[in-house]
Each structure stands twice: as structure tokens, then as C-alpha cells.
């Protein structure tokens, strides 16, 4: 009975600071790169394709995460979760492939271009396996999005898919 007793307390004072504020972000050094990412929350279309939602892009995670979720809702959909690491902006892509190849933006990466090349990741063997090798984005003038993600196959590069973006919708307030 003792040992219950134990637990509530345990369980009351988990649920309060749960209900508290907001923990507050690991401070992180400035990243151009990864505000931009940030200011593409809401929902893109396909430039010249039919208006249906192509890619929606949240930030979450109290702000220390970006998730773009690639044609939501379609057997397709893939999920990319963006985060830095310190000081190096990083990826997660979470394929349609059933694998999860992880990338690092280079240094050089800004609010203007920011590249990605392959560092590993969970389910692939970078020598046989179809992955996500590289990524890149460019932001136009116009608010426009040029999206390039390379593959490897058998070891060597593989086809590049290429998406250009326009935005339809903000993020929706809370």
C-alpha cells in the first residue's frame, strides 16, 4: 500500500509539471537555414499540377522540429523531420522505400539554398539499397519552393526528382 502511495505522489507531481509552462528550447546556434525551413509551415501545391496539396510542412516540438509531410494522405506520403544538432541542420526522411536515410545540410547552407548530402541511416545498405542520397532546396523571390531529392541504387546515383512549389495555405492558428 505504501508503495501505491509512492506512485500517485509520483504520478500527481508528473501531471503538474506536465501542466506547467512550456519547457523552454535548447539554445542552439543561430541557423538561417533552419529559419527558413520554419517560415514554410502550411500547405504547398505542385506548380502547374491540379491544386491538390503536395507537400505540408508543421513546426513542432516547442519549435526545435519541422516535419514536411510529402503527398499527405496518398500511398506515396513520406515524412521528413528537420532538426539541428548543435550547429549542423540535419534530416530524417522517412521513405515510401521503408527505409529512414539521414542527411546534413553543408555548411554553406543559408535562407537562400540549402543542400543535403547523406551521412547513413536506419534500414539501408548505402552499397545495394534504393535511398534518399541528396536534397536540396532553393527559395525564390516569388515565395516559391525548388525542391531536388537524389537516389542511390547499387551504390551509384540514381534518378533526381524534382518538385517545384507554390504555397496555398498558411499553418492554421491554434
Known amino acids: 500500500m ?7 505522489v509520483l504520478v500527481l507531481v508528473a501531471a503538474e509539471a506536465w501542466a506547467g509552462e512550456p519547457a523552454k528550447p535548447v539554445e542552439c546556434a543561430p ?3 533552419f529559419d527558413k525551413l520554419k517560415s514554410l509551415a502550411g500547405e504547398w501545391t505542385l506548380a502547374g499540377g491540379d491544386g491538390s496539396v503536395a507537400a505540408a510542412w508543421k513546426v513542432t516540438a516547442n519549435g526545435s522540429a519541422v516535419v514536411e509531410t510529402l503527398f499527405p494522405g496518398s500511398p506515396h506520403e513520406m515524412l521528413t ?3 539541428l544538432r548543435g550547429a549542423d541542420l540535419r534530416l530524417t526522411h522517412y521513405c515510401a522505400a521503408g527505409n529512414q536515410p539521414e542527411l546534413q545540410a553543408e555548411k554553406n547552407a543559408d535562407a537562400h539554398r540549402i543542400a543535403f548530402h547523406f551521412t547513413g541511416g536506419a534500414g539501408i545498405q548505402p552499397s545495394k539499397d ?3 542520397h541528396s536534397a536540396s532546396f532553393a ?3 516569388d515565395g516559391s519552393l525548388h525542391e531536388e531529392w537524389g537516389t542511390f541504387a547499387g551504390g551509384k546515383p540514381g534518378d533526381t526528382k524534382v ?3 507554390k504555397r496555398v495555405a498558411p499553418p492554421t492558428a491554434k
Not at 505504501?2 to 500517485?8: N, Q, S
Open 2 to 8: 505504501k508503495v501505491l502511495g509512492y506512485a500517485m
Open 31 to 33: 541557423s538561417p537555414a
Open 81 to 83: 523531420v528537420y532538426t
Open 130 to 132: 534504393m535511398h534518399m
Open 139 to 141: 527559395f525564390a523571390e
Open 163 to 165: 518538385f517545384e512549389l
